[in-house]
């Protein structure tokens, strides 16, 4: 932070950080400043008297007496609760005190979820490549019954689609699942496709599972 001295409460998050193991870099984003300004805190450039962390602060908390007895206890009940909840909640409680309190509500309670807060949702992205992938499945219509002659025509819907364009190609198999059935079925849609993707999944049908030496697909 050129030109402004790092307010006491950050830097004493960014040292709690570092004693709970985080990087400079990630304890710095949970001070919410940057990595330059932590290095500078470490090597004594923002801490007088040797790298002593100043007893006092800049300015006063305006949270002061309602952070610990009433704003963490509820963040630690609801940890979702979002800063305007507790924005409104001050204002509810204690109508004209707390009037400008919001960013640092904000950043309070960023700081709080980073380092009490549970840990973020990991999920990765499934991509499809043109031309990468083809899905095999047998399916069969629900409540739909079909006879020939009176007497009901057992069959399956063999279904094929390319996993980038959505491309699909379907048609009636006599029996149940087989090998016969898919390698019919495939051979059909690949014609009709024009085209083969570089893989093929059955999403583990018997038919293909039990001949994958023969097939070469991948289950």
Not at 22 to 27: G, H, K, N, P, S
Not at 38 to 63: F, H, M
Not at 80 to 91: D, R
Request: hydrophobic share 35%; glycine share 10%; aromatic share 12%.
């Amino acid at each position: 932070m050129p030109g402004k001295l790092i307010e006491t409460y950050q830097v004493r998050v960014y040292m709690n950080a570092r004693e709970l193991g985080l990087t400079q870099a990630e304890a710095a984003y949970v001070a919410q400043f940057s990595e330059r300004s932590g290095q500078r805190i470490e090597s004594g450039d923002y801490q007088p008297n040797r790298g002593k962390v100043r007893a006092w602060r800049t300015s006063a908390d305006p949270l002061a007496e309602v952070w610990e007895s009433e704003l963490e206890p509820m963040l630690r009940a609801q940890p979702k609760l979002k800063p305007m909840t507790l924005f409104e909640y001050l204002q509810t409680k204690y109508p004209g005190k707390y009037p400008q309190v919001l960013r640092t509500l904000q950043r309070r309670v960023a700081t709080w979820k980073a380092l009490h807060g549970s840990a973020p949702e990991v999920m990765f992205e499934l991509r499809h490549e043109p031309g990468r992938l083809g899905f095999s499945d047998f399916t069969e219509l629900k409540g739909i019954e079909i006879t020939l002659n009176g007497q009901p025509f057992e069959h399956l819907i063999y279904h094929y689609r390319l996993g980038y364009s959505g491309w699909q190609y379907a048609q009636i198999i006599q029996g149940g699942e087989s090998f016969i059935a898919l390698s019919e079925g495939l051979q059909n849609a690949l014609f009709a496709c024009g085209g083969a993707p570089k893989q093929h999944r059955t999403d583990s049908l018997s038919a293909a599972y039990r001949n994958l030496g023969v097939f070469g697909t991948n289950p």
